[in-house]
């Protein structure tokens, strides 16, 4: 199984900025379409971006469109989500995952993707 591991989550101010970097396991990593998902506390998981695997082709959440970029690095097995002008309600736990090898659509549910990571926490102060 792939292995999936977050990092560079912490507090901000709103209206900063924070990188968030996910590190996989593996041998088949450039055959993933990419995503990340966040969920706040008590509330729903929520889709927030993905990256085919062709690298080729982005999809974003309407909340964060904008202010959020995603990108990958094959060579390095990492999949990196740039974040600027923090909000507070962008406060969550920030979940990487993949999808099957190969898959031609971008998924943007929870279902689409069978690989996850543990998360990182993003919290944005007001």
């Known amino acids: 199984q792939v292995q999936l591991v977050e990092s560079g989550g912490g507090l901000v101010q709103a209206g900063g900025s924070l990188k968030l970097s996910c590190a996989a396991s593996?041998?088949?990593?450039?055959?993933?379409?990419m995503g990340w998902f966040r969920q706040a506390s008590g509330k729903e998981r929520e889709f927030v971006a993905a990256i085919h695997w062709s690298g080729g082709r982005t999809s974003y959440g309407d909340s964060v469109k904008g202010r959020f970029t995603i990108s990958r690095d094959n060579a390095k097995n990492t999949v990196s989500l740039q974040m600027i002008s923090l909000k507070p309600e962008d406060t969550a736990v920030y979940h990487c995952?993949?999808?099957?090898?190969?898959?031609?659509?971008?998924?943007?549910?929870?279902?689409?993707?069978?690989?996850w990571g543990q998360g990182t926490q993003v919290t944005v102060s007001s």
């Open positions: 593996g041998r088949t990593f450039a055959s993933h379409t």
């Open positions: 995952a993949g999808m099957r090898p190969f898959t031609l659509r971008i998924g943007n549910g929870e279902n689409d993707f069978i690989y």
